[in-house]
C-alpha cells in the first residue's frame, strides 16, 4: 500500500505534492519521492525514509514547475532505498509514473525490455511501466498508456507524466483506490482523500478500468472501451481525520475490513495460474533441502505467536514435519536444541520485535537455517533471515494486530501446502482442491464483514463484564487465544483462552451464573467432544456465545447465541473465525470508551526485551 500524488494548474506543484504525501503517510513511509516538470524539463527528487528526509533534501532547492507527480512508499518488491523510491522513469527520462499495487508480470516485461536495450535503474516493478510507456509511445499519450495497460497485469493504481505531454497527467486504478480533486484551475490526483480535502472537497472516485486526462482546466474520463464516462462528483463531507482513516471510526476497524485486499494481495503471484498448487519464488527450495531437517521451530510474540500455532497445525498436517512453537522471550532462554538440521521460521508484523529478532539471531548463530514471515520490507528481521516471505497488508497503523494476523495466516498455509507439493505428502487433487478453497478465502472475509450489528449487539450487552472465556479444540482454541488478546488489549476485559478439554481441569471452577464464554466450535473432527465441554460450561448458567460455520444446526441448541461463519475447509476457516472476534473486541472496546487504536501500556511494536 503507498500513496500516490498528482498536480497540474497554477501553483508551483511541489507545494501540494509535499503536503499530499504527508497525509498519505499512514500508507506507507519507508521512502518517498517527487518529480516537477518545469516546462523544460522533468526534476526528480527522492529519499528513503519518512517523508522529512524528502524534504530536507530539497528544502534549499525546491523544484519549480506546475505539473508533478509524488509517492510515498511502502516497499514490496525492492527494498528502500533512493534508487527504489518512485517516481521511476524511462531511459529517456521523457515518462515519469508513480504507482501503488503489485505488477504480477514485471518480470517477464522487464526481461523483454532489457532484451529490447531498455536500462533499469531500480528493483521495483514499478519502473517496468515507465520503460513499456518509452516502448509503445508513438505521440498519441493517452493511446499508448493504453497500451501499457493492456500489457501489465495485477493491482495498480498509477500516474503518468511526459515531458512530451505538459500540461496533462493521465491516470487510472485496478483494485487500488484513485480519486481526483477538482479545483479551480488546477486539479489534483491521490490516492485517497485526505491528500486532498484542504484543497477541494468536490472529486471524482475512480472505478477499475477508467482513465483519467487531467489538465489545470479538464479531467476527461473513459473505460477500457474509450467510451468517455460522466462521472457525478463526490462531494467530501468527512473531515481530515476521518477521511484518513476511510471514514472509518478507528484505524482498527479500517484495517479489520481490509482484510479481504489484504489477503488478496498476499496471495497475488503465489498460485499456480492452473490452481494446481503454490509457487514461492522467494524460497525456490527442493525436496532435499526439506528433507535435510529434522525439525522446524516456528518463533513469534503475541499475535503473531498465535498466527505460528495455527501454522504449527498446517504445516505438520500438509507437509508432515515436526513443529514445535515458541515464544520469542521464552525461546532463547531455554537453552533450545538448534544445529544445521533446524528450520527457523519467525513471524514478525512490525519485523523489529526485539524478543523475536535476538532469537532469530540466535538460532543464526548455532546453525539454523532461517525464514522470516514479515510485513515490513527491509526491517531488521527480513535483513537477518536467510529466507523472507512478506505478508502484503500494507502498513498496520492500529496496535491490535488484525489484517496482519490474516494475511500470516494465509501465509502459513500457502508456505505449508508449498512444502507438501515438493515432498509429495498430499495428493495432487488435495492440494488443488484446497487452493480452490484457499481463493474463497477473500470473499468469504468479505461476506463475515458484512454483518456487524449481531456483533455490536453483543458488545453492548456482555462489553461491562469483567471476565470473558474462550474456549476451543484444535484450530479453534489457537483463534481462541487470538481473540482473547484481541478483547484483552483493546478494551482491558479480562479474557482468557483455555483448550475445551481443560475446562475439568480447573478452569471450571471460574465458571458461574452469567459468565461469557464464547466457544468455537467449527473442527468437525473434535466437534462432539466440543460440545461436551459447552454443555459443561451451560450447566454451570454461563452465557454461551457459539461461533459456527453455516449450516451447523446442532450448536444453537446449546448455546444462548451463534455467529455463523461461511462454510469453508476446515484448515482454513480460522480465516474466518477470527473476524467476528476482531470485532467483539473492537465493539467492546468502543462501549467502555477505550482507546481502541493507541491502547494503554502497549505499542505497535516492541522493539525492547
Ligand atoms: C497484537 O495485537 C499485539 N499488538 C502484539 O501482541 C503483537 O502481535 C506483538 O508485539 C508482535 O509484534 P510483531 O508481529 O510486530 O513482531
Not at 152 to 177: A, H, R, W
Not at 297 to 325: F, P, S
Not at 339 to 368: F, H, M, N, P, Y
Request: aromatic fraction near 8%; glycine fraction near 8%.
Amino acid at each position: 500500500m503507498c500513496g500516490i500524488v498528482g498536480y497540474v494548474g497554477k501553483g508551483r506543484a511541489a507545494d501540494f505534492l509535499l503536503d499530499g504525501l504527508s497525509k498519505l503517510e499512514y500508507r506507507g513511509y519507508d521512502s518517498a519521492g517527487i518529480a516537477v516538470y518545469d516546462g523544460t524539463n522533468v526534476h526528480i527528487e527522492k529519499s528513503v525514509g519518512r517523508l522529512s528526509a524528502l524534504r530536507e533534501k530539497i528544502a534549499d532547492n525546491m523544484p519549480e514547475g506546475s505539473m508533478g507527480i509524488g509517492h510515498t512508499r511502502w516497499a514490496t518488491h525492492g527494498r528502500p532505498s533512493d534508487r527504489n523510491a518512485h517516481p521511476h522513469s524511462d531511459c529517456s527520462g521523457d515518462f515519469v509514473v508513480v504507482h501503488n499495487g503489485i505488477i504480477e508480470n514485471y518480470l517477464s516485461l522487464k526481461e523483454e525490455l532489457i532484451e529490447k536495450g531498455h536500462n533499469f535503474q531500480s528493483e521495483t516493478d514499478t519502473e517496468v511501466v515507465a520503460h513499456l510507456l518509452e516502448d509503445v509511445y508513438n505521440g498519441d499519450f493517452l493511446g499508448s498508456v493504453r497500451e501499457v495497460l493492456q500489457r501489465i497485469e495485477g493491482s495498480y493504481s498509477l500516474v503518468f507524466m511526459s515531458k512530451k505531454n505538459p500540461g496533462t497527467l493521465i491516470c487510472t486504478k485496478q483494485d487500488n483506490p484513485l480519486v481526483i480533486g477538482l479545483g479551480e484551475g488546477e486539479n489534483f490526483i491521490a490516492s485517497d482523500i485526505p491528500a486532498i480535502i484542504s484543497k477541494t472537497r468536490k472529486t471524482f472516485i475512480m472505478a477499475d478500468g477508467e482513465i483519467a486526462v487531467v489538465t489545470q482546466d479538464s479531467v476527461n474520463i473513459s473505460n477500457r472501451r474509450g467510451e468517455k464516462i460522466d462521472k457525478k462528483i463526490f462531494e467530501v463531507s468527512w473531515n481530515a481525520e476521518a477521511a484518513e482513516k476511510g471514514g472509518y471510526e478507528h484505524f482498527m476497524l479500517k484495517e479489520i475490513h481490509e482484510q479481504p485486499k489484504a489477503v488478496k494481495d498476499t496471495m497475488r503471484e503465489r498460485i499456480i495460474k492452473d490452481g494446481s498448487g503454490i509457487i514461492l519464488n522467494e524460497l525456490n527450495w527442493d525436496k532435499d533441502f526439506l528433507q535435510s531437517f529434522n525439525k522446524i521451530y516456528i518463533v513469534a510474540c503475541g499475535t503473531a505467536y498465535h498466527a505460528g500455532l495455527v501454522g504449527k497445525y498446517y504445516i505438520e498436517k500438509l507437509a508432515r514435519i515436526l513443529v514445535e512453537v515458541d515464544l520469542a522471550s521464552e525461546f532463547r532462554y531455554r537453552d533450545p536444541i538448534i544445529d544445521e538440521k533446524t528450520l527457523l521460521i519467525v513471524i514478525s508484523q512490525s519485523g523489529e520485535t526485539s524478543d523475536t529478532l535476538a532469537a532469530l539471531k540466535e538460532s543464526k548463530r548455532r546453525g539454523a537455517k532461517t525464514l522470516a514471515v514479515t510485513n515490513v520490507v527491509g526491517s531488521s528481521i527480513a535483513r537477518e533471515a536467510e529466507w523472507v516471505l512478506y505478508t502484503w497488508a500494507g502498513p498496520e497503523i492500529a496496535v491490535a494486530s488484525t489484517k496482519a494476523y490474516t494475511t500470516q495466516l494465509i501465509l502459513m498455509f500457502m508456505l505449508a501446502l508449498y512444502m507438501a507439493g515438493i515432498l509429495g505428502t498430499q495428493e495432487k487433487e488435495r492440494i488443488a482442491e484446497l487452493v480452490g478453497e484457499l481463493k474463497k478465502i477473500p470473499a468469504q472475509i468479505s461476506e463475515t464483514l458484512s454483518d456487524v450489528e449481531p456483533i455490536k449487539t453483543f458488545a453492548k450487552r456482555y462489553g461491562f463484564n469483567e471476565d470473558v472465556f474462550y474456549i476451543g479444540r484444535s484450530l479453534d482454541y489457537s483463534v481462541a487465544l487470538e481473540g482473547a488478546l484481541k478483547l484483552k488489549e483493546v478494551s482491558y476485559i479480562h479474557a482468557e483462552a483455555y483448550a475445551a478439554g481443560e475446562l475439568k481441569h480447573g478452569t471450571l471452577a471460574l465458571i458461574v451464573e452469567g459468565v461469557p464464554v464464547i466457544a468455537l466450535a467449527t473442527q468437525r473432527s473434535v466437534y462432539e467432544k466440543t460440545l461436551s465441554n459447552i454443555k459443561e460450561v451451560k450447566a454451570r448458567d454461563a452465557v454461551v456465545i457459539g461461533i459456527a460455520a453455516e449450516g451447523d444446526e446442532e450448536l444453537i441448541k446449546y448455546v444462548d447465541h451463534v455467529m455463523y461463519v461461511p462454510q469453508t475447509d476446515e484448515l482454513l476457516i480460522p480465516l474466518l473465525t477470527v473476524v467476528p472476534l476482531q470485532l467483539l473486541a473492537y465493539y467492546g472496546a468502543i462501549t467502555r470508551g477505550c482507546d481502541v487504536d493507541k491502547p494503554r501500556n502497549l505499542a505497535k511494536s516492541v522493539t525492547v526485551e
